[in-house]
């Protein structure tokens, strides 16, 4: 992975608003995979049942998939994301997403999502498909 584009997607998300709200670390990232946390916060989190909104799921899920498809040093961006919600967190979990690349083309590539919490203890999948634009991001070079 080229070095300048890896440390653009570092800088990015830190410096990204709706990362910096959720508090969503990027934690490791290699060409096609990523890896990003969250402390689940009901505060801010929790739906009218009282459990994790499955949108903060989704964002923590989108986060690690946004960058693990940004690797490459093109632009891709998100044509389907389909997320099976396994079962809800506890309260001040910490959540980690890992997204890993299973198939690229030149136009797509695909990535399988997983989030556990601290215990390994599964609680979402997901399978993601991304458009790649062969278009440079604006933050590094191409490979």
């Given at each position: 992975m080229d070095p300048?584009?890896?440390?653009?997607?570092?800088?990015?998300?830190?410096?990204e608003p709706f990362a910096q709200a959720l508090k969503l670390?990027?934690?490791e990232l290699e060409l096609g995979r990523s890896v990003v946390e969250m402390d689940?916060?009901?505060?801010?989190?929790?739906?009218?049942?009282?459990r994790c909104h499955g949108g903060a799921l989704f964002a923590l899920i989108?986060?690690?998939?946004?960058?693990?498809?940004?690797t490459h040093g093109t632009i891709a961006v998100a044509l389907?994301?389909?997320?099976?919600?396994?079962?809800?967190?506890?309260a001040g979990e910490r959540l980690r997403a890992q997204a890993?690349?299973?198939?690229?083309?030149?136009?797509?590539?695909?990535y399988a999502i997983k989030v556990t919490n601290a215990n390994g203890?599964?609680?979402a999948t997901c399978q993601a498909l991304?458009?790649?634009?062969?278009?440079?991001v604006a933050f590094g070079a191409t490979s």
């Amino acid at each position: 992975m080229d070095p300048v584009v890896k440390q653009s997607i570092f800088d990015a998300v830190a410096q990204e608003p709706f990362a910096q709200a959720l508090k969503l670390c990027l934690m490791e990232l290699e060409l096609g995979r990523s890896v990003v946390e969250m402390d689940y916060a009901p505060a801010l989190m929790d739906n009218i049942y009282t459990r994790c909104h499955g949108g903060a799921l989704f964002a923590l899920i989108d986060e690690a998939f946004e960058t693990a498809s940004q690797t490459h040093g093109t632009i891709a961006v998100a044509l389907n994301v389909n997320v099976t919600y396994v079962r809800p967190p506890e309260a001040g979990e910490r959540l980690r997403a890992q997204a890993e690349e299973v198939a690229l083309t030149r136009k797509t590539a695909t990535y399988a999502i997983k989030v556990t919490n601290a215990n390994g203890d599964l609680i979402a999948t997901c399978q993601a498909l991304a458009y790649r634009t062969g278009k440079p991001v604006a933050f590094g070079a191409t490979s």
